[in-house]
């Protein structure tokens, strides 16, 4: 079995729908099997609308976040044509991963 990691880059505050844009994901993801997620705010980021850090509450919903999964390769092959199918367009990377238990011999 391939496992693959994918971490979709979205910013604080995203919607879809009446969802915010990690929920989603973690719906969507566990609706195809996917057994668990991650969202990850940033303390600070820069990208093509300049530079945003974190200053208490001036910037609220403009931080990046990444939302990350590890799951089978056709699970994350199919997150990501259902993102797609829902007319979002976010950046996202995969890459393929070795999954392991600590304390097992």
Known sequence: MQTFYA??????????GHLPIHEW???TARA???SGGTVFRAAAG?????????????LAGKLPESVEF??????????IEQVGK????LV?????????LTGTA
Not at 70 to 79: G, N, P, V
């Open 86 to 89: 829902e007319g979002l367009r």
């Open 46 to 58: 820069f990208g093509r609308h300049g530079l945003y850090e974190d200053h208490f509450f001036e």
């Open 25 to 27: 994901l973690f719906e």
């Open 7 to 16: 971490r979709f880059c979205v910013q604080e505050g995203m919607k879809h």
């Open 70 to 79: 590890f799951a089978e390769a056709d699970k994350i092959a199919a997150l």
């Open 92 to 100: 996202y990377v995969t890459y393929p991963v070795s999954v392991g």
């Open 32 to 34: 195809l099997g996917i």
